[in-house]
């Protein structure tokens, strides 16, 4: 399961526009106050606005600044403030961890935000899930989020920064070239972690159906494209060897939610492989695949992973494996640790 640094981490390669999620991961992460007074600052997603009675101008330049006049200013409005039944005493010793401290514990009795307590104080991974889901509507944080509370193991690797650039990159170009893909293969499709982004980045095509070997894969496939799958099956997960498809016009069976086998019939528009790296035969899938169809492929030069059973050394290599009669993208990422190739275009 992911860890809170991770989900933030993963959170903000795909949102790197919100400020609230950095603030946060800035806060939890590398301690940054200021990023912390931002959030307390801001209506909260899950809590809305809360008003704590709380100087927080006064206590973030206390705090910040160790500015002593805010200090005596905080203490001047309590004692102005305060009804016979607040415990003074109380009060004004976490007042003292707070500012003298930093003690996160006191900073929360006095500043009331329940939501961000639970994700700070308590490591609440349900809360920082939810929090982060209502920031962004994601789709695939919600996914990763149903995996969490039905405690349903994956492979985290799935959501790497790797896995994850990768597939942003194909997004992108995607909607740059402006393609609508039609009836769309996902071949070794593992979790279909990409079918989300399609549908937040609203990629214009009508079905998605994630083909993989791995017979793992299904449910969790199925359960972090749900929406999509309950959209009368817009997605579809299916266990298959890409090799055993025909992809003029395909048919094979899948499973429904009780489990009986569903014959489908269909002409796929397009096929997007971003596993080519780890499929054996790939001269003999590729020949499979009829003239005309529109491909978007991905591979890289990670060698050393021993699954990688089809890696290419570039670009060039992977073309002279893909040779297609139209590219309308060909290019490389580097992620540091290996290099992503992608191929878009027509065979
Ligand atoms: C580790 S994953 C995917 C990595 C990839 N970079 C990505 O995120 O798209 C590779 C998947 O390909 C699947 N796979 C390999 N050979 C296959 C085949 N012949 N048919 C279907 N799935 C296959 C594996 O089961 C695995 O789930």
Redo the contacts with the bound molecule.
């Keep these: 399961m992911l860890n809170d640094f991770e989900i933030l981490d993963r959170a903000e390669i795909l949102y790197p526009d919100i400020e609230e999620l950095s603030d946060l991961r800035r806060f939890i992460i590398d301690e940054d106050w200021s990023s912390f007074f931002r959030l307390v600052e801001t209506v909260d997603p899950l809590d809305g606005l809360i008003q704590t009675g709380v100087d927080l101008e006064n206590l973030k330049k206390t705090i910040l600044q160790n500015n002593l006049h805010s200090l005596f200013r905080i203490i001047e409005n309590k004692l102005g403030t305060c009804s016979e039944n607040t415990n003074i005493k109380e009060y004004f010793e976490d007042l003292r961890k707070a500012t003298l401290e930093k003690n996160i514990h006191s900073i929360f009795r006095i500043i009331e935000r329940p939501s961000l307590k639970k994700i700070i104080v308590n490591s609440d991974l349900r809360t920082l899930y939810k929090w982060l889901c209502a920031i962004t509507n994601s789709t695939l944080l919600k996914g990763l989020y149903s995996l969490y509370t039905r405690e349903i193991s994956y492979s985290t690797?799935?959501v790497s920064r790797g896995?994850l650039l990768?597939?942003l990159w194909l997004i992108q170009e995607i909607r740059l070239l402006n393609l609508e893909l039609g009836v769309t293969y996902l071949?070794?499709g593992?979790y279909a972690?990409?079918g989300p982004l399609l549908k937040d980045y609203n990629i214009n095509l009508t079905a998605l159906r994630s083909?993989?070997?791995?017979p793992h894969?299904s449910t969790i496939a199925e359960r972090i494209n749900k929406e999509w799958e309950m959209s009368n099956w817009k997605f579809k997960a299916t266990t298959?060897?890409?090799?055993n498809l025909d992809y003029k016009i395909s048919s094979y069976k899948t499973l429904n939610n009780i489990g009986q086998g569903i014959l489908i019939e269909e002409s796929p528009n397009t096929l997007i492989n971003?596993?080519c790296?780890?499929?054996?035969n790939y001269h003999g899938?590729f020949n499979k695949v009829p003239s005309g169809m529109l491909l978007i492929l991905?591979s890289?030069d990670y060698f050393s992973n021993h699954?990688h059973v089809n890696c290419v050394k570039n670009l060039g290599d992977f073309k002279e494996q893909t040779p297609l009669a139209t590219y309308l993208f060909e290019g490389e990422l580097d992620l540091g640790l290996y290099k992503r190739f992608m191929l878009i275009g027509y065979k």
Excluded at 211 to 214: A, N, V
């Design positions: 690797d799935c896995q990768s597939k071949l070794g593992w972690t990409l083909f993989d070997i791995d894969c298959l060897d890409i090799h971003t596993s790296e780890h499929i054996e899938w991905q890289n699954e």
